[in-house]
């Protein structure tokens, strides 16, 4: 009892020194950046592409980013448990902000996956303990509204990154999609240094080293076969047997690790709640959903419609408008129908979504994919919002950061491998398709061969019978993609209907800035 008035008092003596609205603002500018990041680098892709070449690793360009942000996402929200979200928020703003300056110099394809994994390093932070410092501020009641509003500014930038995505490829040279971030991240870090305030005991800390080094392995190891399994590599060849032996064994340790660690870097004992381990599986494959769309929605419009990258910036960013609307009238539904018949609504929006995109033709033009993409953002949004508020609910300080870091690893995990897995099939059904239509037509191409449909001056020097064959194997490609996406849909409904109707009120009780 004396440990939590201790607590108490010192919770309440920091939020006396806060500035919440300041740093509400600031966080938002944070997240405002790596919606920005997300949305620019997908419409923008196929203008690099066209630029650096290297078609055949175009899922590399994501899969490299979120690999470690998935990697580090965990390992961040223990450390912020630990020591503290400030100094984490800060580290991990810093890191991103040196990979988007290298980003921006890159000259090869090479060289831009691998500052996309300094920068993935850094954006680990980001979200994250965002979320968890906004959940340390706010009361339940008061976060299932303020999720709503994050939300809802992250969506805004959404919508500015495709159009401003389009606007830089069109009017300028690329690389200022990855240095707009340097201001806003510069801005984001100085608001929090200056007014989020916090009182961390100072009893020895112990980090998990050795479990974050094997969830690391495990991971890496996992994301590598799914990226060159079957493209570059046979699904029987030694280095996939080998790594999916790493990954097994790893993830065989790790797990015994995190049973004898004093302070695990994932308490395996967060996966006995049914409602954090349900909203963390629907994010998997949820996060699987969004990066098929994010990531080959641009190149269907322009490569295989013949639109310009503005358009193809609108098509996307109609999802962003149709998640932070939803999220935003979500949060208000889950103090009135609770968060389960709240996320069904979400389940049954990207349910809709997912079948609209399955049924997708050159012919639609592209109102019907921004259409689409609107119902699937209002899936996220309904969804989403209830995850994070009952996850937070049910878990008191000390476990916040890691719960929550936890989900937004599940959406990241989820993210690559969606991109590793959809990048294969894309990759697979795009040398079949070109192997089998090009017969008929006595023309060979690889799938390497698909730059020429992203640049416009190599386009236009094809021939009509070349052009067709290039488009028609695209595009029965994109549609197996699609058809993976209405699986995963499906199952994300699933998932949905086991999700509890409430969280752990009697979790919710201990948490301090409730008492």
Known sequence: MERRIIMEDFVQSSQKQTRRPLVLAFLVISMFMAAIEGTIVATAMPDIVADLGGFSVYSWVFSSF??????????YGKLSDLFGRKPVFLIGVIIFLVGSILCGLATTMTMLVIFRIVQGIGAGAVQPIATTIVGDMYTMEERSKIQGYL????????????????????????????????????????????????????????????????????????????????VNWSWGSPQVVILLTIFVLSVLFFLLQEKRAATPMMPLTIWKNKLITTANLATLTSGMIIIGLSSFIPTYVQAVMGYSSIIAGFTLCTLSIGWPVSSTIA??????????????????????GGL?????????????????????????GFSSTPFIVSIQASVDWKM????????????????????????AILNLKMNEALS????????????????????????????????????????????????????????????ILFFPAKANQAVVRKQPQDS
């Open 356 to 380: 609209l995109f399955y049924f997708l033709t050159p012919s639609n033009g592209p109102l019907y994919v921004g259409f689409s993409s609107f119902v699937v953002g209002v899936g996220m």
């Open 400 to 423: 916040r950061g890691v719960a929550t870091s936890l989900n937004m690893f599940m959406r990241i995990i989820g993210s690559a491998l969606g991109a590793a897995v959809l990048g």
């Open 151 to 230: 939300a809802s500014v992250w969506g805004i930038s959404s919508v500015i990154g495709p159009l401003a995505g389009g606007l830089i490829v069109n009017f300028s040279d690329w690389a200022w999609i990855f240095w707009i971030n340097v201001p806003l991240g510069t801005v984001a870090m100085i608001g929090v240094f200056l007014f989020f305030h916090e009182n961390v005991s100072r009893e020895k800390k112990s980090i998990d080293y050795l479990g974050s080094g094997l969830f690391f392995i495990s991971i890496s190891s996992l994301i590598v076969v799914l990226v060159k399994g079957g």
């Open 436 to 495: 089998e239509n090009g017969k008929k037509l006595d023309l060979e191409f690889t799938v390497s061969n698909t730059d020429i449909l992203l640049d416009k001056k190599m386009r236009n020097n094809l021939s009509p019978e070349a052009f067709d064959l290039l488009q028609q194997s695209l595009t029965e490609a994109l549609h197996a993609v699609y058809t993976g996406l209405v699986i995963l849909s499906f199952v994300t409904f699933l998932l």
């Open 331 to 352: 949060g208000h539904l889950v103090l009135k129908i609770g968060f389960r018949k709240t996320a069904l609504i979400g389940g049954f929006a990207l349910l809709i």
């Open 66 to 75: 979120l690999l470690m942000q998935a990697v580090t996402t965990l390992i």
